[in-house]
């Protein structure tokens, strides 16, 4: 069973540093690795999705990595900023079909102090 | 497009009653999935539909649970004779297969059930 794994659970930062998020997963097997963010209290937003061909996909600030061998993911964040404040969840796609639901993490609390 | 849309969004009720959750996915998404989000806890996934029909549910979705996708638009996701561990964020999710598996999941807001 597809077990996924995210350190640390909480993370408190000064604004501008660089920061990684860590995820890892328990099976390599994976179709794609998605990488979300959530407010307190609202729904889900799509920040990185990586198929399981890639190694690295890149949004503004953001940059994630897969190495599927090894069973790992991270996100990067650069120059952070208060409005990053979130908690950050990764999920993969257990299997090689894309027909197996999202699992996920239970996510990394960020707080970027201004 | 808006994106994906549920209603409503927060619902309190009392123990043993029944409530329904309305999902509506991103119009051309032909994937939609049913999820629950605990306090602390990650999402699980509870159902998903390809179109209308309902492909995968969770041990999670006991007998009180009830998921529908009647025309492969919108879905209802019923919960009979509530329990207080019912208390949840109820994630609905869309997402586009071409034939090749399925892309990018969208959420929702979620919709909050607290019963009492």
């Known amino acids: 069973k597809q077990e996924v794994t995210q350190i640390p659970a909480a993370l408190s930062v000064p604004e501008g540093e660089n920061l990684v998020l860590n995820c890892s997963f328990t099976?390599?097997?994976?179709?794609?690795l998605q990488w979300f963010r959530q407010d307190p209290g609202k729904g889900l937003t799509s920040l990185l999705l990586?198929?399981?061909?890639?190694r690295e996909q890149t949004s503004g600030r953001l940059n994630a990595s897969l190495d599927k061998s090894s069973g790992r993911s991270t996100l990067y964040i650069a120059a952070s900023q208060p409005g990053d404040s979130a908690t950050y969840l990764c999920?993969?796609?257990?299997?090689?079909?894309?027909?197996?639901?999202?699992?996920f993490g239970k996510g990394t609390r960020l707080s970027v102090i201004a | 497009d808006t994106g994906v849309s549920q209603d409503p969004r927060h619902k309190i009720t009392k123990r043993g009653q029944n409530v329904t959750f309305r999902c509506d996915p991103i119009?051309?998404?032909?994937?939609l999935y049913w999820y629950r989000q605990t306090l602390g806890q990650g999402p699980e996934f509870l159902t998903y539909?390809?179109?209308?029909?309902?492909?995968?549910k969770s041990r999670l979705l006991s007998d009180r649970f009830s998921a529908e996708r009647p025309k492969g638009s919108f879905s209802t996701l019923e919960i009979q004779r509530t329990e207080q561990g019912d208390s949840a964020m109820y994630l609905c999710?869309?997402?586009?297969?071409?034939?090749?598996?399925?892309?990018?999941?969208?959420f929702g807001e979620g919709s909050r059930l607290t019963v009492l």
């Open positions: 999920a993969v796609s257990p299997g090689n079909s894309g027909n197996t639901p999202l699992v």
């Open positions: 539909f390809q179109n209308e029909a309902q492909l995968e």
């Open positions: 999710a869309s997402s586009f297969d071409p034939g090749q598996g399925s892309g990018e999941l969208f």
């Open positions: 990586i198929q399981s061909s890639q």
């Open positions: 099976d390599s097997a994976i179709y794609n």
């Open positions: 119009s051309e998404h032909n994937r």
